[in-house]
């Protein structure tokens, strides 16, 4: 599976921001898919996750009820709406594919795309 991550730029706090995913290979559909963010100076984070099917997601606590991830299997394409948009969400974004329903942890990930910058002004 091979993954690019596309969506980034420059916003104002408060705005909203969509990432897209985009996947190659034909077992995408059998993969979770989650999204990650690394702040300059910072550890990668978990941002959220979508399971294979699309049905079932999870988020970390500093993002839940401002930011969604959706996917489209027909598309082989995954998505992460992000609303209500911070400085503090300022980082790269990277997407990532592994098995497991809802894997959190970066090691759970067999496939990374490319990461996108989203900066957040004040």
């Known amino acids: 599976v091979q993954l690019q991550a596309s969506g980034g730029g420059l916003v104002q706090a408060g705005e909203s921001l969509r990432l897209s995913c985009a996947a190659s290979g034909r077992t995408f559909s059998s993969y979770a898919v989650g999204w990650f963010r690394q702040a300059p100076g910072k550890e990668r984070e978990f941002v959220g996750v979508v399971n294979y099917s699309g049905g079932s997601t999870k988020y970390s606590d500093s993002v839940k009820g401002r930011f969604t991830i959706s996917r489209d299997n027909a598309k082989n394409m995954v998505y992460l709406q992000m609303n209500s948009l911070e400085p503090e969400d300022t980082a790269v974004f990277f997407c990532?594919?592994?098995?497991?329903?809802?894997?959190?942890?970066?090691?759970?990930?067999?496939?990374w795309g490319q990461g996108t910058e989203v900066t957040v002004s004040s």
């Open positions: 990532a594919a592994g098995l497991g329903f809802l894997p959190i942890h970066s090691y759970q990930y067999d496939f």
